[in-house]
C-alpha cells in the first residue's frame, strides 16, 4: 500500500504575522515551519510503514521555496521521498486551486492511501482533503480520532455530538486525522542525517500539466477586501485574592446579572 | 429573487438554533430554501416556516453516511436553481458539504464566516482570521459562494413564511455512498447545556490539578446553569472527554459569561472563547495570557477561590 502525506508549510503560530499590500500573508516576514496539525497524519504514515502495512510513503506539500524545509522534518520522522510542488504561479491561491494542483500531483505520484491534517493553522479552513477526494473521485473518511487498515479498508473512529461514529470505506480513500491522535516522534539525530539523503522531487505547474492563470490571486473566486486586527478587549479589573476573591468574583458576577 | 440553500440539521430536540442563524443570514441574500436531509416532520416545517424558508427540500436516503450524499443532493439542486450562495454552519460535516459542493459548483468558499451579507449584490463575508487576531473581510465573486458560517455569529430572527415542501430523489454517485458509518456509540449524558448553545461556560486547564480537582469546574458550572468546558492540556490528559475542548482544534463558543480557571490562555485556547462576551480568570499566575482578556481576573488558587465563590452564590440563590 503507497500512502501520500499532504503536509503545508505555514508561518510559526506564535510569531506576528503581517499581511503584504496584496491583502495575502507575507509568508516571507514569518519563520515557517511544518504545520504542527500535520505531524499526526505524518506519525500515523510513519507507523502504517513501520507496522509494515504501507509498503511506501511519499510527503507532498504545494508551497514557495523553504517549504522544502517542511518536507525534510516530515522525512526525518519516516517515509521515503517527498515532492515539492511550486510556482510563482501560486501565490495568492484559493482553496479551490489549490486542491486542484494537490489533486494533480497525486494522479502523478499515484496512491492507495492519503493522509492529511484536520486543518491548516493558517487557514484553518479545513477543505482541502474533501476537495481532493471529490476531484478524484475517491472516498474519503474525515476527521479521524483514530485510524486502522487492513486489507484494502480504513476504517477510522470519528467524533460527532453526542456520539463516537465508526466509519469504513475502501481504499483508495483520503482520510484527515485530527489531534486526539498519538503526537510525532521527535526525530533522533540519526533520522535526522538519514532522512537528507531523501530524495525530493520538485515539479511545476507546467510538469503537472495545470494551466497557471487557473490559479493564483487573479483567478481566485473569493477576493479579500480587507484585513484588520481584532479591535483588543477593554483592560479588565484584575485583583490579587487576599481571602475574598471568592466573594469579590461573585460581586462581579452579580453586577452583570448572572448571580 | 434569487434563491438560497440552506443545509438545515433536524434533531429530536427540533431544528438547531444554528439552521435558524442561517436561514436569518440567508434572507439578507435572497429567498431561503431549506435543505432538510432525513425525514421532514410538521414541526419541523413549521419552524424552517417561522425563520422565513419560502421552499423545504426534503432529500431522503443519506442515514448511515457521514456528508457525501447531502453535498450531492445540494449540487443537484443548485443544478437547477442557480442559487446566489449556500450556507451551511462551520463543523465537521459542514466544512466537508461545503468544501465538494465548491468544488462541483466552481464556486468560491469561505469557511468560518462571522457575518453574511450583499454589498452591490456580491455575497460578502466577515471571518476572524489567525487564531481570532485579524478581522478580514472577503467578496465572492463565482456566481454561487459557498459559506459556512459560525453558530452563535448570527442572531436568530423570525419572519414567518408558509414553506413549499418538495421532496428531491438524488441518483447518488458510488463515491456518495462510499464511506459508511458502521457503528454508533452514543456519549453518556451529562444533563448540563450543549457547549457550544451555553449562555454560560465554566473551563478548566490544566491548573485544575487532577482529575478529581475537575468536579469544583462541573459544581461551578452547575451553580451558574452552565456548561463545561476544558483546554486540549485537559483532554490530552483525560481528565474530561474530548468532546469539551474548547479551541482551535476543539470548540468555539461565543456565551455570555465564560470562566477560565486554570488556564494559562495560549492563543489556541483563546481562539475558541475570545469572543465571549464577559470573561473571568482566576490563575494563580499574575502573568498568564488569560488576563489579557478577561473583564475579571482574581489572581490567586483556583481550590481556594472557586469554592468560596459557589458558597457565595449559594447564599445570594438564598
Ligand atoms: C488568513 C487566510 C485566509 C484565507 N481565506 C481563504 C478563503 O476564505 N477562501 C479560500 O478559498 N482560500 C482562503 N485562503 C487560502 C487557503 O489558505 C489556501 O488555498 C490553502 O491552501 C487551503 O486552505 P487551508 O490552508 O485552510 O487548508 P485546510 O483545508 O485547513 O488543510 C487541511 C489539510 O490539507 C492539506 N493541505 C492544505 N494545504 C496544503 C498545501 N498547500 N500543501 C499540502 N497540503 C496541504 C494539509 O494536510 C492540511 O492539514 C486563505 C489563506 C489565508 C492565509
Ligand atoms: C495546533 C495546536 C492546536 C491546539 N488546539 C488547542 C485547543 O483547541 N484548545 C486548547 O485549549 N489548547 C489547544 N492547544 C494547546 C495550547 O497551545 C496550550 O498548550 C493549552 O491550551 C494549555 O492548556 P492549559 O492552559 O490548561 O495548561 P497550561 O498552559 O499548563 O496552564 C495551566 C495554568 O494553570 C495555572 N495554575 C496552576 N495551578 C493553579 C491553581 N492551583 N490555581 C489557579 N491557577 C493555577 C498556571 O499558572 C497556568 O497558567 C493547541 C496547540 C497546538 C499546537
Known amino acids: 500500500m503507497k500512502i501520500v502525506v499532504l503536509v503545508k508549510y505555514v508561518p510559526e503560530p506564535t510569531a506576528t504575522w503581517k499581511f503584504a499590500p496584496d491583502l495575502t500573508l507575507d509568508r516571507g516576514a514569518v519563520e515557517g515551519r511544518l504545520s504542527e496539525l500535520d505531524e499526526y497524519a505524518v506519525e500515523q504514515a510513519a507507523r502504517l510503514q513501520e507496522a509494515g502495512t504501507a509498503s511506501e510513503v511519499v510527503?507532498?506539500?504545494?508551497?514557495?521555496?523553504?517549504?522544502?524545509?517542511?518536507?525534510?522534518?516530515?522525512?526525518?520522522?519516516?517515509?521515503?521521498?517527498?515532492?515539492?510542488?511550486?510556482?510563482?504561479?501560486?501565490?495568492?491561491?484559493?482553496?479551490?486551486?489549490?486542491?486542484?494542483?494537490?489533486?494533480?500531483?497525486?494522479?502523478?505520484?499515484?496512491?492507495?492511501?492519503?493522509?492529511?491534517?484536520?486543518?491548516?493553522?493558517?487557514?484553518?479552513?479545513?477543505?482541502v482533503p474533501s476537495m481532493v477526494a471529490d476531484r478524484l473521485g475517491i472516498n474519503q473518511a474525515t476527521f479521524a480520532g483514530a485510524l486502522s487498515v487492513e486489507g484494502g479498508t480504513v476504517s477510522i473512529k470519528r467524533d460527532s455530538e453526542g456520539a463516537v461514529l465508526e466509519v469504513s470505506t475502501?481504499?483508495?480513500?483520503?482520510?484527515?486525522?485530527?489531534?486526539?491522535?498519538?503526537?510525532?516522534?521527535?526525530?533522533?539525530?540519526?533520522?535526522i542525517m538519514a532522512s537528507k539523503k531523501k530524495p525530493v522531487t520538485t515539479y511545476s505547474l507546467a510538469d503537472l500539466g495545470v494551466d497557471a492563470s487557473s490559479v493564483g490571486l487573479a483567478a481566485a473566486a473569493v477576493k479579500v477586501t480587507s484585513v484588520t486586527p481584532t479591535p483588543a478587549r477593554t483592560a479588565g479589573t484584575i485583583v490579587p485574592d487576599e481571602g475574598e476573591g471568592g466573594a469579590q468574583l461573585a460581586e462581579f458576577l452579580s453586577s452583570r446579572g448572572f448571580v | 429573487?434569487?434563491?438560497?440553500?440552506?443545509?438545515?440539521?433536524?434533531?429530536?430536540?427540533?431544528?438547531?438554533?444554528?439552521?435558524?442563524?442561517?436561514?436569518?443570514?440567508?434572507?439578507?441574500?435572497?429567498?431561503?430554501?431549506?435543505?432538510?436531509?432525513?425525514?421532514?416532520?410538521?414541526?419541523?416545517?413549521?419552524?424552517?416556516?417561522?425563520?422565513?424558508?419560502?421552499?423545504?427540500?426534503?432529500?431522503?436516503?443519506?442515514?448511515?453516511?457521514?456528508?457525501?450524499?447531502a453535498a450531492e443532493a445540494?449540487?443537484?439542486?443548485?443544478?437547477?436553481?442557480?442559487?446566489?450562495?449556500?450556507?451551511?454552519?462551520?463543523?465537521?460535516?459542514?466544512?466537508?458539504?461545503?468544501?465538494?459542493?465548491?468544488?462541483?459548483?466552481?464556486?468560491?468558499?469561505?469557511?468560518?464566516?462571522?457575518?453574511?451579507?450583499?454589498?452591490?449584490?456580491?455575497?460578502?463575508?466577515?471571518?476572524?482570521?489567525?487564531?481570532?487576531?485579524?478581522?478580514?473581510?472577503?467578496?465572492?465573486?463565482?456566481?454561487?459562494?459557498?459559506?459556512?458560517?459560525?453558530?452563535?455569529?448570527?442572531?436568530?430572527?423570525?419572519?414567518?413564511?408558509?414553506?413549499?415542501?418538495?421532496?428531491?430523489?438524488?441518483?447518488?454517485?458510488?463515491?456518495?455512498?462510499?464511506?459508511?458509518?458502521?457503528?454508533?456509540?452514543?456519549?453518556?449524558?451529562?444533563?448540563?447545556?450543549?457547549?457550544?448553545?451555553?449562555a454560560v461556560v465554566v473551563s478548566g486547564g490544566r491548573g485544575v490539578g487532577s482529575e478529581e480537582g475537575f468536579g469544583v469546574i462541573e459544581r461551578l458550572a452547575d451553580s451558574l446553569g452552565g456548561a463545561v468546558g476544558a483546554t486540549r492540556a485537559v483532554t490530552d490528559l483525560h481528565w474530561v472527554s474530548h468532546d469539551l475542548q474548547v479551541g482551535q482544534t476543539g470548540k468555539t463558543v461565543a456565551p455570555s459569561l465564560y470562566v477560565a480557571a486554570g488556564i494559562s490562555g495560549a492563543i489556541q485556547h483563546r481562539a475558541g472563547m475570545q469572543s465571549s462576551k464577559t470573561i473571568v480568570a482566576v490563575n494563580k499566575d499574575p502573568k498568564a495570557p488569560i488576563f489579557q482578556v478577561a473583564d475579571y481576573g482574581v489572581i490567586g488558587d483556583l481550590h481556594k477561590v472557586l469554592p468560596a465563590l459557589i458558597d457565595e452564590i449559594g447564599k445570594r440563590k438564598g
Open chain 1, 59 to 127: 510527503f507532498l506539500t504545494v508551497g514557495p521555496a523553504k517549504a522544502v524545509d517542511g518536507l525534510r522534518k516530515a522525512l526525518a520522522i519516516g517515509g521515503d521521498s517527498a515532492v515539492h510542488v511550486t510556482d510563482a504561479a501560486m501565490h495568492g491561491s484559493d482553496a479551490l486551486a489549490t486542491s486542484l494542483v494537490l489533486a494533480k500531483a497525486l494522479e502523478k505520484t499515484g496512491f492507495d492511501l492519503v493522509l492529511t491534517g484536520m486543518a491548516s493553522t493558517d487557514a484553518e479552513m479545513s477543505v
Open chain 1, 170 to 191: 475502501a481504499l483508495p480513500a483520503i482520510v484527515s486525522i485530527t489531534d486526539t491522535n498519538p503526537e510525532a516522534r521527535y526525530p533522533a539525530f540519526k533520522a
Open chain 2, 1 to 69: 429573487m434569487s434563491e438560497v440553500l440552506v443545509l438545515v440539521e433536524n434533531t429530536p430536540q427540533g431544528i438547531r438554533k444554528s439552521s435558524l442563524e442561517l436561514l436569518t443570514a440567508a434572507r439578507r441574500l435572497g429567498s431561503p430554501s431549506a435543505v432538510l436531509c432525513g425525514a421532514a416532520d410538521d414541526a419541523a416545517v413549521a419552524s424552517l416556516g417561522e425563520y422565513g424558508a419560502a421552499t423545504v427540500y426534503v432529500v431522503p436516503g443519506t442515514d448511515g453516511y457521514l456528508s457525501v450524499p
Open chain 2, 74 to 198: 445540494i449540487v443537484d439542486i443548485a443544478g437547477r436553481t442557480n442559487p446566489v450562495a449556500v450556507l451551511v454552519t462551520s463543523g465537521p460535516i459542514g466544512k466537508d458539504v461545503a468544501a465538494r459542493v465548491a468544488v462541483r459548483l466552481g464556486a468560491g468558499i469561505v469557511t468560518d464566516a462571522t457575518d453574511v451579507r450583499s454589498e452591490g449584490g456580491v455575497v460578502t463575508t466577515s471571518q476572524t482570521v489567525v487564531s481570532g487576531q485579524w478581522v478580514a473581510t472577503a467578496q465572492v465573486t463565482s456566481a454561487t459562494a459557498v459559506v459556512t458560517v459560525r453558530p452563535n455569529a448570527i442572531a436568530p430572527e423570525a419572519a414567518p413564511a408558509t414553506p413549499a415542501v418538495q421532496t428531491v430523489d438524488v441518483a447518488f454517485s458510488a463515491a456518495a455512498t462510499g464511506a459508511k458509518i458502521t457503528a454508533s456509540n452514543p456519549k453518556v449524558s451529562t444533563g448540563r447545556p450543549e457547549l457550544t448553545d451555553a
